[in-house]
């Protein structure tokens, strides 16, 4: 999803940006408009709040019993109740768009490193420092240095959430068909050893070897060999192996032409569905369901514990793609007031402050009402009750995760394994870096046109990358990319000279 999550969000999790000089231009009158309570507030009546994220599965039947509780908290503690959103990912972008552009009401909204600097320059964020001091101090407690990457300008506009990072990628394998088949997981060191396993499960399972990615995950994040940093949004990146830190077209990078070639080969092979271009359903349910062999995601501690939880079959894991700290990882997804839809900022951070601090309500979000939706096992450890009506598989979006239950069939541990974790990750030379877009803001917007028309289909394996991928690069190239390319190395040269 991203890091649905991450991806998520990724996700999508998954899955856009500018930076900005608008944000502090602006800040002070809609500052000051968005605080100013009505009569109505004054007199004490409750402020209704509403919270803005995308559901990365179906929207929970029972979630309007789960917005009850949570409600009996925010009343009491706040003066406040919360309307919890029911947008499922595939509709989520279009419909945050829409209310950003307008006025209609919602409070809180979840965002992206990727989103956060387009947000910001077009004005649609709130600016956050007094917020932060007064209604939000907690936070900053929570938090520490990691806000200071969430500056633009010197201002924070959006709040990374505390989170267990997500970094590189790891596919996911079902342990009852590698053992069936006597399928050494040890010898599958990366993405060409799938082949062979991919068609075991083909030939004698009937079973699609890899889910299509749902959202914006892209498919060559199953490529171990194509390993960069993003740069924030992928439009000109960093080769983890340059050593002169030249930002490149990742788009005509050797080794995502070959990327391409190998999903293709997927795709022809019948490992990957016919419609993967058109994939609605978010792989960990087509995993539950029985539909797939394997599903990959953004590598976190203990990845296989939480998604055999979650899919119900026990699974192994094999590391991908090679875990990085970019910018990506410093601010993944974040948490921020729209500027002309929120009717009450101070309530509005108010109600944020207790996503990083009460743990009540973030194990309400994330896993329902104790005995109705899951029950107590031991400790913090909980397990989910089947079709309860309730079951969000996103405890990567809200707040503080490390406030939330450990699921059964995680260690208990899942805290202290994550320190050992990380400890072994590599940090982009360029990890801090946010670029700004607002030079090449036409040339950005013509740029994710095209990408929009070619990329999933040539990621998914559904095109032949032979003939379609030189009219894509010709058509990212008229449009712009190299111009996007030269500014950033520009911004790039002087963050780099002022570290």
């Not at 050893?193 to 699609?208: R, S, Y």
Request: glycine fraction near 6%; include cysteine; proline fraction near 4%.
């Amino acid at each position: 999803m991203k890091k649905m999550g991450r991806a998520f969000l990724g996700a999508g999790l998954a899955v856009s940006m500018a930076l900005v000089s608008a944000c502090s231009s602006g800040a002070g009158t809609g500052n000051q408009q968005a605080q100013t309570p009505s009569s109505s507030l004054a007199a004490g009546e409750p402020v209704e709040l509403v919270l803005g994220y995308p559901v990365l599965g179906e929207v929970p039947a029972d979630i309007g019993s789960v917005e009850a509780e949570i409600n009996k908290i925010t009343l009491r503690k706040i003066n406040a109740k919360v309307k919890l959103s029911r947008t499922s990912v595939s509709q989520w972008a279009q419909q945050r768009n829409l209310i950003l552009a307008g006025n209609e009401h919602m409070d809180l909204f979840v965002t992206s490193f990727e989103d956060y600097e387009r947000h910001a320059s077009k004005n649609q964020l709130l600016e956050l420092d007094e917020l932060l001091t007064k209604e939000g101090k907690d936070i900053a407690v929570v938090l520490g240095d990691k806000l200071k990457a969430a500056k633009i300008k010197g201002h924070i506009y959006a709040i990374p959430t505390h989170n267990f990072i997500e970094a590189g990628t790891g596919i996911l394998l079902r342990k009852d068909l590698l053992d069936r088949h006597g399928i050494d997981v040890s010898k599958i060191k990366g993405t060409n050893d799938l082949d062979a396993v991919f068609e075991t499960m083909k030939q004698k399972e009937n079973l699609l070897g890899v889910a299509a990615p749902n959202g914006q995950m892209p498919m060559t994040y199953a490529i171990d060999w194509l390993n960069y940093d993003p740069l924030v949004d992928s439009l000109g990146v960093l080769p983890l192996n340059s050593k002169d830190m030249k930002v490149v077209n990742l788009y005509e990078m050797p080794e995502y032409v070959e990327a391409l070639k190998k999903t293709r080969s997927w795709y022809q092979a019948g490992y990957l569905p016919k419609d993967a271009v058109n994939a609605k359903t978010a792989p960990p349910d087509l995993m539950k369901n029985g539909e797939v062999f394997s599903i990959f995601q953004s590598n976190s501690v203990f990845l296989q514990d939480s998604l055999s939880s979650i899919t119900g079959r026990q699974l192994v894991k094999v590391d991908l793609q090679k875990p990085v700290i970019t910018t990506k990882e410093e601010l993944g997804l974040m948490w921020a007031i729209p500027r002309n839809n929120v009717k009450n900022s101070q309530k509005a951070m108010e109600l944020l402050n207790l996503l990083y601090t009460d743990k009540e309500i973030i194990n309400l979000i994330n896993y329902g009402i104790e005995g109705k939706h899951y029950k107590k096992v031991s400790g913090e450890v909980i397990s989910r009750i089947n079709d309860s009506g309730y079951s969000m598989n996103q405890p990567f979006m809200f707040g503080n995760r490390m406030l939330t239950y450990v699921l059964e069939g995680e260690d208990p541990a899942l805290r202290q394994e994550y320190t050992k974790f990380t400890a072994s990750f590599q940090k982009s030379p360029a990890a801090g870096f946010l670029p700004s877009t607002e030079a090449v803001s036409t040339e950005v917007v013509a740029v994710k046109n095209v990408l929009d028309q070619y990329r999933k289909a040539l990621e998914t394996g559904s095109v032949d990358p032979v003939k379609v991928h030189p009219d894509f690069v010709k058509k990212l190239k008229a449009a712009g990319i190299d111009t996007i390319i030269a500014e950033k190395q520009k911004q790039l040269d002087a963050w780099l000279a002022q570290k």
